[in-house]
């Protein structure tokens, strides 16, 4: 008789490891599809400063691998492959990969979002070395030092407007020649002393070997390119959620980000959401721990009021 896992949870980033932590040790029989390239955005983060518990700082890999041992410690089972296909219309629900099929009597979705990035030629190159896609994550880095801010909407303006509390001076770079961003958050940017603002022009690369020390710039009316001495750069130009797999499934809003209708469960029950999914405000690493701690608690809850026995006992 195959495996019924109590839930299978697809993603392995804070959110997908914190959820197969707490329902693991709630002694539910748990599957992590963790994806080929596990681990989420912390992957690409070189230091992470802000996460209670580490008070001299974590890398960000080891802080994942640090999340993974605990999850197996409890007796989460995980596989990294990825999910091509689900099965919602009837219960156990299937999860398909390129290599096989499981079953479980839940989901947790947790595979996170995506920074949209410009598609520099040395853009990935830098990344964690001066180039990033998150100025509440890193700012603190660039303490009295010069930085440039692409995008054009309230994002960058909060980005380029926070940054400016660490850093000497913000160069808000934007391609058209007005921000679509709220008035008052352009206003806001508009009178800070320590930003300036670059219009119709596009970063054309990111200059550096070992760090960022500055970008080229392309005046997209007259062709023109200058250079731009700079230490870092944080594009702000949106993030994508990781939800393609699940539409026409799964509720979600006109961006892609899942809409639960009861605390972290989506419009099919059995079958919930956590993390950078559900979450185009904060997109940190503790809150979407936080999140994987309220699916796992909401599944624990939702099993049991469906009367279904998942442990791992029930398998031996």
């Given at each position: ?6 839930t ?31 681990g ?11 996460y ?36 919602t219309s ?19 979705i ?20 001066g ?7 890193d ?15 309230d ?7 926070f ?13 058209r ?14 009178k800070?002393?320590k ?12 200059l ?5 020390t ?12 200058s ?12 993030h ?5 797999l699940f ?7 006109e ?7 009861k605390?972290?469960m989506?419009?099919?029950?059995g ?13 940190q690493?503790v809150?979407a ?7 796992a ?8 009021e ?11």
């Open positions: 008789m195959a495996k019924v896992y109590g299978i949870i697809i993603g392995s980033g804070p959110s997908g490891y914190t959820a197969a932590i707490y329902a693991a040790r709630s002694n539910l029989s748990v599957l992590v599809l963790q994806g080929y390239q596990t989420g955005q912390l992957m690409q983060t070189s230091e992470v400063e802000n209670p518990g580490f008070e001299d700082g974590i890398m960000g890999p080891d802080m994942m691998e640090k999340f993974e041992k605990q999850a197996q410690r409890f007796g989460a089972e995980l596989i990294p492959e990825d999910v091509i296909e689900i099965d009837k219960r156990p629900f299937t999860v398909k990969t390129d290599t096989a099929e499981y079953q479980g009597q839940s989901i947790i947790a595979t996170g979002a995506s920074a949209r990035w410009l598609g520099l030629p040395h853009e990935q190159q830098l990344q964690g070395r180039v990033s896609a998150c100025a509440t994550c700012g603190f880095f660039f303490r009295g030092k010069d930085v440039v801010v692409v995008g054009g909407g994002t960058a303006m909060e980005e380029a407007t940054l400016t509390r660490y850093a000497n001076h913000v160069t808000l770079v934007h391609r020649d007005s921000f679509r961003a709220s008035k008052i958050m352009q206003e806001r940017a508009r800070n002393p930003i300036s603002i670059v219009l119709d022009s596009e970063v054309a690369d990111v550096g070997d070992e760090k960022v500055g970008v080229r710039l392309r005046n997209l009316k007259t062709n023109e390119e250079t731009l001495k700079t230490d870092g750069l944080f594009i702000a130009i949106g994508k959620p990781n939800t393609d539409k026409g499934h799964i509720d979600m809003d961006v892609g980000y899942i809409t639960p209708v605390h972290t989506t419009n099919i029950p079958i919930f959401a956590a993390g950078d999914v559900t979450d185009h405000r904060y997109r690493a809150t721990a936080g999140d994987g701690c309220r699916a608690i909401d599944v624990e809850r939702w099993l049991e469906q009367g279904i026995e998942v442990g791992v006992e029930n398998w031996e």
